[in-house]
């Protein structure tokens, strides 16, 4: 891992790593159609009308159009009963023309998130959380069918290790922090790290001395949820950061009141990292290209009948 000169970080452009990602997923696409007249089918469920979950769900499904993958739209009412939902997930997952589904979180209270998720079949579940993918994650040599968007990377995608990948920097033998536990980030990055190779820690709100053992890290992974709380001096100089962190904080100078920062202080981190994601426009886009892959995978296996 070649570190870049001290006060010139790197910065991982997401957005074009991602723009580049969906132009191999269409041509893939595109390769489907011509020679198997079928595409990948991406079902995306939401239920109710969060203006901030109807905002994602858009965003996905303009994703799909881009690159040719069919969306099938299920728009469910706010009051719909648990049975109604999980009947809609069963016939989706029997469903030849949908090769993943997805449901959008949080779901309305009265709805039991995880009952609702452990009923996608796991060879649809693009998102990566069905607790069959989850542990084969996390067993020596056994393979999801699917990992989680966000850390996605190995052998078909991406994400956070993506980010890593398509950057020149090894992991193998490399010292990882993770900053967070979460089962969204934290606890999948962690195990992907170890699949890759490396020494990993996780940091965690009871961690004491969380600042020395980051300074220790070839590679940062940050997912805490807390505003810019690793500063420079907790850093190594030359380290890669990827920055999950997404926290809105009060900007008078902005329009909307307020800007998003990550969990690391970007500012003082360019002086000492090799390497960082800026916030926005570091990992999120990855996201998005990843449940695009995710369907890809999925469809590939059924469509041409090839498993990975």
Known sequence: MESQSEGQAKIIDGKAIAQTIRSEIAEEVRHLSQKYGKVPGLAVVIVGSRKDSQSYVSMKRKACAEVGIKSVDIDLPEDVSLDDLIAKVHELNVNPDVHGILVQLPLPRHINEEKVLSEISIEKDVDGFHPLNIGKLAMKGREPLFLPCTPKARHSSNGCLELLSRSGISIAGRKAVVVGRS???????????????????????????????????????????QAMMIKGSWIKPGAAIIDV??????????????????????????????????????????????LLKNTLDGAKRVITGVKD
């Open 183 to 225: 089962n969204i980030v934290g606890l999948p990055v962690s195990l992907l790290l170890l699949k890759a190779n490396a020494t990993v820690t996780i940091v965690h709100s009871n961690t004491p001395d969380p600042e020395t053992i980051i300074r220790e890290a070839d590679i940062i992974i940050a997912a805490a949820g």
């Open 245 to 290: 962190g997404t926290n809105a904080v009060d900007d008078c100078s902005k329009k909307s009141g307020y800007r998003l920062v990550g969990d690391v202080d970007f500012q003082e981190a360019c002086k000492v990292a090799g390497w960082i994601t800026p916030v926005p426009g570091g990992v999120g886009p990855m996201t998005v290209a990843m």
